[in-house]
RNA sequence: GCGCCCGUAGCUCAGCUGGACAGAGCAACGGACUUCUAAUCCGUAGGUCGCACGUUCGAAUCGUGCCGGGCGCACCA
């Protein structure tokens, strides 16, 4: 729609020989501020002032007496320099139809065929549950991936196992520890091990059905590594429950671990090597990421023969490289941004643009208690996990929550707000204006034997009131927020559009009566104006991986 | 020391590819249920947009410099 006018206006423009090469890249078509000022504003009038030495008011009345002439709109005005454009009825009504037909999928584009790309996200070590950072990348990284696919991409969604290195190692020997424990209490425990309870179920279990096997194991190292696969077996297991609470699911899942195996550590260097990147240093193997804008060369291999972190996650890149993404987003701590440049670096260093790869930092989350933050810390066990939110609050109030704010800001929250359940928690919101339609559509069928939940005609025009003028013409910018929203990985721009759609709904509601006693026609128009709302209402909660509510 | 993020109403935050009076929720105060659910709606009050320069017809938004908070600067993962 934008695009739409924006490219009549370029025209014009051309015509009248003032299409000036700086301004066309300038020139906006956005809905304003105030509904009272029109659907559409541009700037063009703005623009053109230093060209042609004119006030901008001058400019735009000029504008404005050609674009009047266009049947797409209903009325053109000018203020301040803005011109303001009103589109005719005809239009919006055909979005109140569209958004009737199309269901709780609204705007979607569904030929995904816009390209294929991969989100990563959560990737949390299987050391133990998942806490509250890891809910909120798990939110964010799934709108993500939901509002890339509604705009037409095909999208993988990757969950990274960090399953080869030290803390897989300390896992082990914690798990083992305790094992040992319940028989002999005084066994001692790894100073920097795992403290938390989980641990000790974990040997429970393992006591429980592999006592002998352990028992035999011929040496400690053994039955350590044992221990550290079955716990992160079983970790990995509970992270997948964890995140099902919160409607996430991966369609891929990669093991650090068999990257190694498949030997793809090895080919990812060798690709390397071929183009010349690598050289020895002190009795170290370096790649050259200074060469990609990294502000210094990195260690692959140590001098005592063991690989960084860092190979593995070229390694597990140059695989994703080779499944042929058209790009990729990862999702991030905020306090690995330190991180980025290099690997950044060692992308580019196979081949791709830069912008192939991107990263959405998650800030992190502040966890408030009582006024207090409250500090958290996995080593000593000491932390709230994303089960317990979710048991306490509800699933749809921890999506909302982690999804309302932008992911690179710091984010606070309180514990007390949270488990309030009150109408402090903006979900509510939202979701009442979905029961509220619901149940209207209930009461129509009991009182007047007519029910919207099965299709109807309508008569449009009979909608006129600014509510309803307000509510179309939200319908009809929806899809392009969306669509911006997602381009800009901006998914927070979501809860805002939800919110703001729920609070038309709310007005509407209080304005105006649906269930009319003696005019069926004027009825059947609201009914069909709410139907659209709720499928608007549902795409966002889909999008969101909110449940919506038919009653409160 | 260098890099990234943040600093907007008492609190939590939107707005930031410059644009029409700086917005919302919570908290405070005052109204609206014989009406489809008042978990709602309407109103009042509350702000030198951290500070200072600069660019511009126009700056919360862009630039520079300060101040304050967080994070990161490994042959750790």
């Known amino acids: 729609m934008k695009k739409e006018v924006k490219n009549k206006i370029v025209e014009i423009l051309k015509k009248e020989g003032l299409l000036f090469p700086d301004i066309e890249d300038k020139i906006k078509v956005e809905p304003p501020k105030e509904e009272l000022y029109g659907d559409l504003a541009t700037n063009v009038a703005f623009l053109l002032t230093k060209h042609l030495k004119q006030k901008p008011q001058d400019i735009a009345l000029k504008i404005k007496s050609i674009l009047e002439k266009d049947p797409m709109f209903s009325k053109v005005e000018v203020l301040n320099g803005f011109i303001n454009i009103f589109l005719s009825e005809n239009y919006y009504h055909n979005i109140v139809k569209k958004a009737v037909l199309e269901k709780d999928r609204f705007g979607e584009v569904l030929e995904k065929n816009r390209g294929k790309i991969n989100i990563e996200y959560v990737s949390a070590n299987p050391t133990g549950p998942l806490h509250l950072g890891h809910g909120r990348g798990a939110v964010v990284g799934n709108l993500l991936a939901n509002m890339y696919s509604y705009i037409g ?150 001098s005592d023969g063991t690989y960084t972190y860092f190979a593995a996650d070229i390694a597990y890149h140059f695989d994703k490289y080779e499944r042929g993404y058209d790009f990729i987003i990862n999702v991030w701590g905020a306090d690995h941004h330190g991180y980025f440049p290099r690997l950044k670096a060692a992308v580019m260093a196979f081949g791709v643009p830069e912008n192939w790869i991107n990263v959405v930092f998650i800030q992190l989350v502040k966890l408030f208690k009582d006024g207090q933050e409250v500090k958290m810390s996995k080593r000593s066990g000491d932390f709230i996990t994303l089960r317990e939110l979710v048991e306490e609050v509800g699933k749809d109030a ?130 069909y104006l709410l139907k659209a709302v709720r499928n608007a209402l549902r795409t966002l909660f889909r999008l969101m991986g909110i449940t919506p509510l038919e009653r409160m």
């Open 153 to 302: 991409y095909k999208v993988e969604k990757e969950f990274y196992i960090n399953d080869a290195g030290n803390q897989i190692k300390k896992l082990g020997q914690s798990v083992y520890a305790r094992f040992r424990q319940i028989d002999q209490p005084d066994y001692p425990f790894p100073e920097d091990g795992y403290h938390g309870d989980y641990i000790k179920e974990i040997a429970k279990e393992l006591y429980h059905y592999e006592r002998e096997k352990i028992l035999s194991m011929l040496s400690e190292e053994e039955a350590v590594d044992f221990c550290a696969q079955y716990a992160k077996n079983y970790l990995l297991d509970k992270i997948k429950e964890d995140l099902k609470l919160i409607n996430v699911e991966f369609d891929i899942w990669t093991s650090e671990k068999h990257l190694y195996e498949h030997g793809k550590v090895e080919q990812a260097l060798n690709f390397l090597k071929n183009k010349g990147l690598l050289y020895e240093k002190d009795g170290a193997l370096w790649l050259k990421t200074s060469l990609y804008g990294d502000e210094k060369d990195r260690v692959i291999k140590k």
């Open 398 to 527: 921890v999506i909302y929550f982690f999804a309302s704010k932008d992911p690179d800001t710091h984010l606070n929250f309180d514990i007390d707000v949270a488990l309030s359940k009150s109408n402090e928690n903006p979900v509510y919101y939202v979701q009442y204006a979905h029961a509220r339609i619901s149940s209207v559509f209930r009461e129509a069928k009991e009182r007047f034997d007519f029910n919207p939940e099965e299709d109807f005609d309508a008569d449009l025009s009979l909608l006129i009131q600014e509510e309803e003028k307000s509510l179309m013409k939200f319908l009809s910018t929806m899809q392009q927020e969306i669509e911006e929203a997602a381009v800009k990985n901006q998914p927070h721009k979501i809860t805002n559009l939800t919110y703001d759609l729920a609070s038309k709904l709310h007005k509407y509601y209080y304005q105006h009566k649906f269930l009319i006693e003696n005019d069926e026609k004027l009825m059947r128009a609201r009914l």
